[in-house]
């Protein structure tokens, strides 16, 4: 396991959530067209909020030359790269914060997108690395998860060149790889190995460590070719937009039994498991790709209920709703006796599903965003996403995005509080989760 540090600015400043109870909280900010991001701590005992700059110039040299190399391989045009992206476009998006794990101790794990070292932040020494955890130069997955018990950091890997391949061709397997890293003994051990997918972006355990989740995002398109019938109803323009989502997969590994399960969903994207019965977990698809350096939605997404039994995922449940597009987060709580599960929907609603009868309690929306159409698909997002998390005794929820803070009351079914986080300039924009700090674990 190697590091290196990283330049780090800080700054602090005063905040307030006029009284509602929260955990404390990171949020994620980049700065476009600059190599650097913006790590803001939120402390709501304290009332102040830390902002950490991280420089990461020229971090993309890690990575570059094996991308580079698998090219030349491959005969793949230099200038080509994944989703339509230029090679300025795909550094940023791969070197993009998304989300967050903690290590305990105020060190986190920020997801990267999809890149080749993990970046972790030391919130009492105010300090940045780039850590390599010593799996051959491989990808790594964006979230992971880490057993406080024994310190071992779980996570997955693929080779550079196969995503270099998926450049050509999107549906190929990929060989994947999932370790366990001893933080303190550095020493890393291989758990499986398999075909699955790149762009890898959540692993977990289950709570009793039976099964391992491995979810793969995905984002690939692919150009839609029109019946006949249709032909003469969809306009040239239109045509030379339409495009069609390529499904990826969620993987479900019985460590037990090495029993394997391969899931579709149209992009798989996070996994929560219920509070109360420990055998249920909650799956999104968000149902969106990447086009260029833009998301683009392609339908609704879905929440799906599994219970996770000794015959591997049986489906319990499922949600979805004409409105609800671009998952970004989903959590899952209590309120009132009931186990909610909140969804954020793009670009301006919070879904409350009832998680025992995976049916739509309420919507809570924000000021109106942009208007949704997905009938020439895809629709190019002109909005950032945003995160959310849920107060400490499941009243209210808090949203966070480009520059904002809002909280809604639940039972009143609204936002009506709004603080600005100082800071954000026309070049910044939230990039991915909320993490809400509890003592132990980070979400």
């Given at each position: ?9 800080e ?29 803001y ?15 990461l ?30 090679e ?11 989300s ?16 080749n ?9 105010r ?28 996570f997955?890997?693929?080779?550079v ?13 990929t060989?994947v790889?999932?370790?366990?890293l ?34 793969e ?13 249709q032909?003469q109803?969809?306009?040239?323009e ?11 997969k ?18 798989a ?20 790709g ?27 449940g499922e ?6 597009y671009?998952i ?28 025992a ?18 009938s ?22 808090l ?45």
């Open positions: 396991m190697k590091h290196s540090n990283l330049i780090v600015s700054s602090k400043q005063p905040f307030s959530l006029n009284g509602f109870h929260f955990p404390d909280f990171i949020c994620p900010a980049i700065h476009k067209g600059e190599a650097a991001q913006t790590h701590f939120f402390s709501t005992s304290k009332k102040t909020v830390i902002s950490l700059w991280v420089n110039k020229d971090a993309e040299n890690n990575c570059k030359s094996d991308m580079a190399k698998a090219q030349g391989k491959h005969s793949i045009d230099c200038n080509k790269f994944s989703y339509e992206q230029t300025n476009q795909w550094w940023q998006y791969c070197l993009a914060p998304h967050y794990l903690s290590l305990g101790n105020n060190q986190i794990q920020v997801g990267l997108n999809l890149f070292r993990f970046l972790h932040i030391d919130f009492n020494s300090s940045a690395q780039l850590v390599d955890p010593g799996a051959g130069n491989e990808m790594l997955s964006t979230t992971n998860w880490f057993d406080h018990k024994t310190g071992e950091l779980w997955a890997s693929w080779p060149e196969e995503t270099a391949r998926r450049i050509i061709e999107p549906r190929e397997n060989r790889t999932i370790w366990k001893s933080i303190q003994q550095k020493t890393i051990r291989q758990v499986w190995q398999g075909d699955f997918g790149d762009a890898l972006h959540q692993l977990l355990l289950s709570p009793d460590r039976r099964f391992v989740i491995l979810t995002l995905g984002l690939y398109s692919e150009k839609a070719v029109p019946a006949e019938s032909d109803k969809i306009s040239v239109k045509q030379k937009m339409k495009k069609k989502l390529i499904p990826s969620i993987l479900l590994l019985n460590l037990k039994t090495g029993e394997e399960w391969r899931l579709p969903a149209l992009t994207g996070h996994v929560e498991f219920d509070p109360e019965d420990r055998e249920i977990c909650y799956l999104s698809g968000h149902n969106i990447l086009i260029g350096p833009k998301v683009g939605i392609f339908g609704s997404g879905t929440i799906k209920k599994f219970r996770l039994n000794n015959t591997g995922p049986e489906l319990v949600f979805s709703h004409p409105l609800f671009r970004t987060t989903h959590i899952v709580f209590r309120h009132r006796g009931k186990t909610m599960i909140g969804v954020s929907g793009y670009p301006d609603k919070v879904f409350l599903i009832d998680a009868t995976m049916k739509l309690d309420r919507i809570i929306e924000m000021e109106p965003g942009e208007k949704v159409h997905t020439s698909a895809p629709h190019i997002c002109q909005q950032d996403s945003y995160g959310i998390a849920a107060s400490e005794d499941g009243e209210a929820l949203a966070a995005g480009s520059g904002f803070l809002k909280v809604a009351l639940i039972e009143e079914g609204r936002f009506f509080f709004k603080s600005n986080i100082d800071g954000y300039g026309s070049d910044s924009c939230f990039s991915g989760h909320l993490c809400s700090i509890f003592p132990e674990s980070c979400k």
